[in-house]
């Protein structure tokens, strides 16, 4: 009986081994935004929880705790008044796939949009370099071959030797998009608590919420991002 | 709150201020328990700092809860055991401990019955430098130094003198004005705080190679003669050679906080906002994902301001609280645990205890060694980001012997991606801002008090997560 048992074991195994062999798709991650649900109104200067659910059939699920919260990503973006969103949404996708290359080389666990981390806050990045194609080019060397002294004498960037110059180039104009844009923040982790801002600047009059999640591929190659978006009115 | 302590909290409106004599040497004696009415606190944050603050208010009578956000305490010190052999473990966070220097660490291990070993990794360095690789003997021989491109000065210096003290050479003649280890203002360096420390070296007469070792181009000279002042003050060296660490892992003191604090310590409780005014703290977390409330008198902040900041506090912070929370910074890396089947170094008669100079691995030494067995373990320190096969490789090809490093398996340990705690060590403070972070940092508001390894005078972790726990929980104590 037994033996049979370990031979039935033995066949699925091969069952198994020889259907992933010939199933290379690696699925797209599905990324739903749980709260604050799609079209609600809040008041400004309120706290709100968020809770984002993420399922990939490679990966897993955040239920489980199978997703690594540091990977799951939700953006913050305020806009003057509903007709802007569609067009943020399409500008937006001119830097998408920086944002992609961003995730797939972890800056964002050394640095992030507003705070010092390990490393300098792309804010602070954006307002010593400014915004010039010459920034770029500069800053794409430092995120290729590593970085240390500029900011402090403690802390260095490793190098990310294999980044191809465009891709460096692409993250630098990314870091001081990010950096210089007032109304666009970040949070990491399937849930969490938001302050949302204060009546001060009549300009935001909607909140743009965008989570995405970058899966693991089969066996890191042909990584997949899924994304979610809801808009919030705030009153 | 119990009417007790509201008529406690009445007598003492004017919350506590962080007096600077707070740190004397009598500090170092344990309190008796308080006949002070019992105050409920929650400690936010369960890594050794946390732990700490919680077992000092409970011995001094008090009624604690540690809520933890992750499944296990202890924090960014965590020995490492799962998937070594032999009963081998490592330490993913904080490693060592010096003596003198830990003082109140040292109390708590005496007190609790937990044993330090001698942990000779600072012992016959070799360095790795542009490339080439340096015995301590050979750092310390005029020709070699001459070559390296060192002054006359500094050659006669380093010839009788350890390489890492090449500092001293220059900030030595500072020193003596600071008096207070707690105290960096007043002895006449308020107006370094612009001043790059390398400007101060320069001045000493530093050559371009010094320079270039000792760096500080972005760091204050007050805030770093400050530093190596308390380092003097505490009677320990620039860079403590002889140092320990505990039997077991350095995790045995946090464990041992937390066996006598038993279930006073809740795991997988998240805190996800604070609200405090003058009568108390309410605070909001999820256990076991569930929402769940608790209130308290007093609430011990030990969680380290980069993971505070995404709890909602209200009302919010003061705008100079809000300043240090928003912008104290740490560095964040990686430990990497090496299990090698022989100590393949001493074939090659050299040390094993290695800084390279690769911006992926930076240094190697042994660690665990008290564990019966002929494997062992060999701990590195490295960049976030590298996987533990690209750091191996690096050993390999960097390491100087003839024989192949034995590396058997390698684990690692990447703070950098860390979802509760991303941070390692609190860094020097900005050019220029010693006044806002000092004693700001330490300075309670409210009802909620501050401990962590960010919130005393020197970044060493583990002590000042210590000094930093007795100080809240004397504060909430005598409040
Ligand atoms: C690689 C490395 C090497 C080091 N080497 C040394 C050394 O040799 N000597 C030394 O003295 N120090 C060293 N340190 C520093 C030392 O480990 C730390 O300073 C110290 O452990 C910090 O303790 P803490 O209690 O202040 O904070 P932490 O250990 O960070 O504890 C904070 C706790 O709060 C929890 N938390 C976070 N968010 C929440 C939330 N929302 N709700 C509830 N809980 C939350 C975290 O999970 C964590 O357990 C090292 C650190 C690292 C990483």
């Known amino acids: 009986m037994t033996k049979y048992l370990a031979l039935l074991s033995l066949v699925i195994i091969i069952a198994l081994s020889s259907f992933s062999l010939y199933h290379q798709d690696n699925d797209i991650p599905v990324v739903e935004i749980i709260d604050p649900s799609n079209r609600s109104t809040v008041s400004y200067g309120s706290v709100i929880n968020y809770r984002v659910n993420i399922s990939d059939k490679e990966d897993g699920t955040s239920k489980y705790d199978e997703i690594q919260q540091t990977e799951v990503f939700l953006q913050l973006k305020y806009l003057p008044s509903e007709k802007d969103v569609s067009n943020y949404l399409q500008k937006e996708k001119q830097s998408e796939k920086a944002f992609i290359l961003m995730k797939q080389n972890g800056c964002l666990n050394c640095h992030s949009l507003q705070y010092k981390l390990a490393g300098p806050s792309f804010r602070d990045i954006a307002t010593r370099y400014g915004a010039a194609t010459t920034t770029y080019e500069k800053l794409s060397e430092k995120i290729i071959k590593g970085s240390h002294g500029v900011w402090g004498d403690s802390q260095q960037m490793p190098p990310h030797p294999d980044l191809i110059k465009e891709d460096a180039v692409a993250l630098a104009r990314l870091v001081v998009q990010y950096g210089t844009d007032k109304n666009i923040d970040l949070y990491t982790g399937t849930e969490g608590t938001i302050q949302l801002r204060k009546n001060q600047n009549k300009n935001a009059a909607v909140l743009l919420l965008t989570a995405s999640y970058l899966d693991h591929g089969i066996e890191s190659a042909n990584r997949k991002e899924g994304r979610a978006v809801a808009k919030i009115y705030l009153k | 709150m119990t009417s007790n302590s509201r008529r406690n909290f009445i007598r003492n409106t004017a919350v506590a201020g962080v007096g600077t004599s707070l740190m004397g040497p009598q500090v170092f004696t344990s309190p008796l328990p308080s006949s002070r009415a019992v105050k409920k606190i929650i400690v936010a944050g369960g890594g050794i700092a946390g732990l700490c603050a919680g077992y000092e208010l409970m011995k001094r009578g008090h009624d604690v809860t540690v809520l933890e956000a992750s499944g296990r305490h202890g924090g960014h010190v965590f020995t490492a055991r799962d998937g070594l052999s032999d009963g081998l ?10 003596r003198p220097g830990y003082e109140r660490y040292w109390q708590y291990l005496n007190e609790l019955g937990v044993e330090a070993l001698p942990y000779p990794r600072r012992k016959n ?49 500072y020193l003596d004005k ?52 308390i380092l003097k003050l505490r009677g320990v060296s620039q860079f403590p050679v002889d140092v320990f660490r505990l039997k077991g892992g350095n995790q045995s003191l946090p464990t041992a906080f937390a066996k006598k604090l038993g279930d006073r310590v809740q795991l997988n409780c998240p805190i996800q906002s604070i609200q405090h005014d003058k009568a108390g703290v309410r605070v909001k977390f999820k256990w076991m994902g569930e929402p769940q409330e608790l209130s308290a008198d007093y609430l011990v902040n030990a969680i380290p301001p980069p993971a505070f900041r995404k709890i909602i506090v209200t009302p919010g912070f003061s705008p100079e609280k809000q300043f240090v929370l928003d912008n104290v ?27 390279f100079d690769s911006p992926d691995l930076w240094s190697v030494w042994q660690s665990a060694d008290e564990i019966d067995t002929h494997r062992v373990i060999v701990l590195g320190t490295g960049a976030g980001g590298i996987t533990p096969q690209r750091a191996m490789a690096v050993f390999k090809e960097n390491y100087p012997g003839a024989t192949k490093p034995t590396v058997e398996q390698v684990v690692s340990k990447d703070w950098t991606k860390d979802g509760f705690a991303p941070t390692c060590e609190r860094v ?29 005078n020197l970044n060493w972790g583990m002590e000042a997560s210590t000094r930093s726990a007795y100080r809240a929980a004397d504060e909430i104590d005598k409040a």
């Not at chain 2, 473990?89 to 010096?98: M, N, P, V």
């Not at chain 2, 560095?331 to 800084?355: A, G, H, L, M, P």
């Open chain 2, 89 to 98: 473990y490592g330490d993913y966070g904080a490693e060592h401990i010096t």
């Open chain 2, 125 to 173: 360095l070799l360095r790795q430098i542009d490339g080439k690789f340096y015995t301590e003997e050979m750092l310390s021989d005029r020709s070699v130094l001459t070559k390296m491109g060192f002054n006359l000065t500094e050659v006669d210096y380093l010839s009788k003198h350890p390489y890492w003290d090449l500092v001293s050479l220059y900030n030595k003649p």
């Open chain 2, 178 to 229: 600071f008096t207070d280890e707690y105290q960096p203002f007043g002895v006449g360096y308020d107006n370094m705080d612009n001043t790059p420390i390398a400007d101060i070296y320069k001045k000493g007469g530093a050559s371009a190679k010094a320079l270039d070792l000792l760096g500080g181009a972005n760091t204050s000279a007050l805030f770093e003669l400050w530093r190596s002042a």
């Open chain 2, 329 to 355: 910074q740490y560095d964040s890396y990686q430990r990497f645990v090496f299990q090698c089947s022989s100590k393949f170094w001493e074939k090659d008669k050299i040390s094993i205890n290695i800084e």
């Open chain 2, 428 to 456: 020097h403070f900005p050019m220029g801002q010693l006044h806002k972070f000092w004693p700001e940092i330490m300075k309670p508001s409210g009802r909620i008090y501050f401990a962590g390894a960010s919130t005393d």
